[in-house]
């Protein structure tokens, strides 16, 4: 018995100076969040919002729900909004490098040049 809570006690040792170990790793990542990686994720959430609109107004119209002139002005106005919140999000900074879309390219590779490949 007095094994089994030395043992018990010991694991719950072990476990403390993991978290304690472990804790920094967590704290640091969030403390290296900026304003503009805040803004990226608030704009990144209502394009994901008013892309599923859109869907969903297309649906609505699709089944019916919506006149088309009630379709128009919503649609105009959500795409409006969407282009705008892209716009804003193509404006801010990459995160890294290898956050551009961008493909890079190859100098040198044309059609029958066999060093490019």
Request: aromatic residues 6%.
């Amino acid at each position: 018995m007095i094994g089994l809570l030395l043992s018990l006690a010991g694991l719950w040792i072990l476990l403390a100076a993991v978290w304690v170990a472990v804790w920094p790793l967590f704290t640091a990542r969030d403390a290296q969040r900026t304003d503009a990686d805040v803004e990226r994720a608030e704009l990144e959430a209502e394009k994901a919002r008013l892309l599923q609109e859109i869907h969903e107004l297309d649906l609505d119209h699709a089944t019916g729900k919506l006149s088309e002139e009630d379709y128009r002005a919503i649609e105009a106005r959500l795409k409006s909004r969407a282009i705008d919140v892209m716009q804003r999000l193509d404006a801010l900074q990459p995160d890294s490098p290898s956050g551009s879309l961008k493909t890079p390219q190859i100098q040198g590779a044309r059609r029958g040049d066999s060093e490019a490949y």
